[in-house]
């Protein structure tokens, strides 16, 4: 399923199933630094026309995000800040803390994605009654979950049909399409975020996939985002350097062919770079 996007990195946004709208395309901030380094990184990404920036409890760096977010001059609401909850921090009351505790670190008044970060946190269904809870205070404008499988979704959706998760964000590239978990997302309407969409740099000098970026001007991890944008999914590569920032942005301007998409979907090999938690058994 391909969706039609806005091409501008400001502008390009997907709807969400709880009527909200996301940008297509943000900034990820794992390992950057609290204390500045993320702080520029995000001011670099927001004057680039990056409205999304993505973060978590476990990042240690919510304090540098808001800090770039109030500083950049553009207004909150044209912003789109995710955080996620801490896999120590399931349950209600402990959901609870921990959300006010990513906004007065954050120093927002509310996050426009708040994710259960991972489902190895167990108690999943009493977590997220207590995420349903903090979007109906306005807390959290959209709630999903991150790392989650169909074995994951399935019974959280039996268990609260009025509130699938909005946004599912697992690691998705070429060389990791999760084929099943996607096709269950789109189905439901759940949008598909993808990290580490550049494969942690592992095959970025992937001789096919460097001839075909060449063949349209591009580097390779300029084509590895545009796939991202091209199957439907949000994607949010990090970085803490200026010049990859603008580069990661410069994607709207071309795009990938029926023929080379094919060639690119059938590139599967199960690359797990990160985190392997999504294929965990189901907590309760």
Known sequence: MTMAFTLTPSTATVALNDGNRMPVLGLGVYLAQNGG??????????????????????YENEEDIGKAVRESGIPREQIFVTTKLATFDHGKEKTIQACHESLRKLGLDYVDLYLIHSPSGGKI?????????????????????????????????????????????????PYLTFDEVVAYCQKEHIVLEAYS??????????????SMATKYKKTAG????????????????KSVKEERIIENANIFDFEISAEDMKIMNGLNENLITGWAVINGPWLP
């Open 37 to 58: 380094e993320a702080e520029q990184a995000v001011l670099w990404a927001l004057q680039q026309g990056y409205r999304l920036i993505d973060t978590a409890k476990i």
């Open 125 to 173: 269904l009493e977590t997220w009654g207590a995420m349903i809870e903090l979007k109906k205070q306005g807390y959290a404008r959209s709630i999903g979950v991150s790392n989650f499988n169909v074995q994951h979704l399935k019974p959280l959706k039996e268990a609260y049909p009025d509130y699938i998760p909005a946004v599912n964000q697992i690691e998705l590239s």
């Open 197 to 210: 969409p550049l494969t942690k740099g592992r095959k970025v000098r992937d001789p096919l996939l460097v």
């Open 222 to 237: 300029q084509l590895l985002i545009r796939w991202s944008i091209q199957r439907g999914f949000v994607c949010i590569p």
